[in-house]
């Protein structure tokens, strides 16, 4: 094994074991270099491990600091909080009786010639014509419905994501994205050795004139791009905004991948019921969804979507939209990745998607979020945070003289809360914010409720 690596483990141990605590920070890395006798090209690379595992993060002009893990169970956790810990980092929402309803169509499934029909073989990735109809009715909206024929399916949606910058961008190759984007995104491009490249954001999300220049100064192999209920931010590019985006598409020649994965809680008609007048920043409410990217570059766009968050993590599928000249590379990438759906799972998600099941499933976790969304706003309206109506998450720009890294290490040991550095989010040196990312889908709307009691006044108080 390589010296940095072997230094690196070390430094692992001591993360691991609690002597470096999250919020720590490490010597710069001369001093790290001098006290274990090694070149400062060796602490570089050291470094550069330990940030690559996750461990740490790097903060330009402040040093580097250990990564906040989320609260450990325990008695010590307990003692100190009097309340359990609340995860605000893990995201699916669960509506009341969900599962009673996706029995119905599991039960006509456990017929041994369905069941075998749906396991006998290998799901290629272009399903069945029952599963492309069916998933061309789900992914429809806005007034847009994919072609049938271009639906290709792949286990879940992160998988959607890894073969569509698989089949468009070569090693070596340079993946715009958002300057904060899916973290997933930064994970995917890493393992596949693909360079990505920040793009600026305003109010409505990814800018075209941003994204134009990145590309006449590099080319670009392809744009991931979240245009509606953008994670972290909440964002939704309104139509002309996506006009504006699929005709610098149409123009470079580049390639959007579409991620419509939180979509489904914007609805496609204004909801009157339940639902807030505006965001907790003061927002207007959405007037509808609007029609995807695809729809104004159906040669230009990849769209990826899944049921992980409509339904169910545990039994999911994911969905990608691929123009004709892509489709046959996106499903030669399925297959080499071992990325294609199971039988099991795509038999149930075509019955879900045909029933009914998912449109009542997605109207209960909108009326859901909705409250949730009120809830942020009695909470920690007071504070500078960004979300929408329906949104599963807000961004909170924490108070000065608060560190991200340090405040979500406060939360997970004064409060029992973990939340997400907004460091996990960001593309590029120097660009970590001072925020955080509160998932508001997960627990019950009383732990919610406690959780962000607790996080306001951990924030008033101070570090």
Not at 214 to 227: F, K, S, T
Not at 395 to 402: E, F, G, I, V
Request: charged fraction near 20%; charge should be positive; glycine fraction near 10%.
């Amino acid at each position: 094994m390589e010296e940095y690596r072997r230094i690196a483990d070390r430094v692992a141990e001591r993360i691991a074991d609690g002597r470096l605590r999250p919020g720590d920070r490490l010597p710069p890395q001369r001093v790290f270099a001098r006290r274990h006798r090694i070149a400062g090209s060796t602490a570089i690379r050291v470094y550069g491990e330990l940030a690559r595992r996750g461990l740490v993060v790097g903060e330009v002009g402040r040093g580097t600091f250990v990564r906040a893990a989320p609260p450990p169970p325990g008695p010590a956790l307990a003692e100190a909080t009097g309340a359990a810990p609340v995860d605000l980092q893990l995201n699916y929402p669960v509506a009341e009786g969900q599962t009673e309803l996706m029995a119905r169509a599991l039960a006509s499934l456990a017929r041994p010639d369905v069941l075998a029909a749906a396991t006998a073989r290998p799901v290629a990735a272009v399903g069945t014509a029952e599963a492309r109809a069916a998933a061309a009715g789900l992914l429809g909206r806005g007034g847009w419905t994919p072609d049938p024929a271009a639906v290709l399916f792949a286990g879940n949606g992160r998988q959607a994501i890894a073969a569509a910058v698989s089949a468009l961008v070569p090693p070596g190759g340079r993946l715009a994205v958002e300057a904060l984007t899916y973290p997933l995104v930064k994970a995917v491009a890493e393992r596949l050795g693909v360079r990505l490249v920040p793009i600026a954001l305003d109010a409505e999300g990814m800018r075209p004139d941003a994204l134009a220049a990145a590309h006449r100064a590099v080319p670009l192999g392809a744009v991931y791009v979240q245009p509606t209920l953008h994670n972290p931010l909440s964002l939704t590019m309104g139509d002309q905004r996506r006009a504006e985006l699929a005709a610098v598409l149409r123009e470079s020649g580049v390639t959007a991948i579409e991620d419509t994965t939180w979509a489904f809680l914007s609805p496609e008609v204004p909801e009157t019921s339940g639902v807030p007048a505006a965001s907790p920043t003061g927002a207007p409410a959405p007037t509808g969804a609007p029609a995807p990217l695809a729809a104004h570059a159906p040669a230009h766009v990849v769209l990826v979507d899944s049921l992980s968050k409509r339904l169910s993590p545990g039994l999911t599928v994911g969905y990608l939209v691929a123009p004709e000249a892509r489709r046959e590379g996106l499903a030669e990438a399925l297959r080499s990745g071992a990325w294609t759906a199971g039988g099991l799972a795509l038999a149930a998600a075509t019955r879900w998607a045909g029933d009914g099941t998912v449109e009542e499933v997605v109207a209960a976790k909108r009326r859901d979020m909705a409250a949730r969304g009120e809830l942020v706003g009695r909470r920690l309206g007071a504070h500078t945070i960004r979300t929408a109506p329906r949104s599963a998450y807000c961004w909170w720009d924490l108070p000065a003289p608060w560190r991200a890294e340090t405040f979500v290490a406060a939360a997970a040991a004064r409060a029992g809360v973990a939340v997400t550095p907004g460091s996990a989010f960001a593309v590029g040196a120097g660009s970590a914010p001072d925020a955080v990312r509160v998932g508001l889908a997960s627990p019950s709307y009383a732990d919610l409720d406690g959780a962000l009691a607790r996080l306001a006044a951990l924030a008033d108080e101070g570090p």
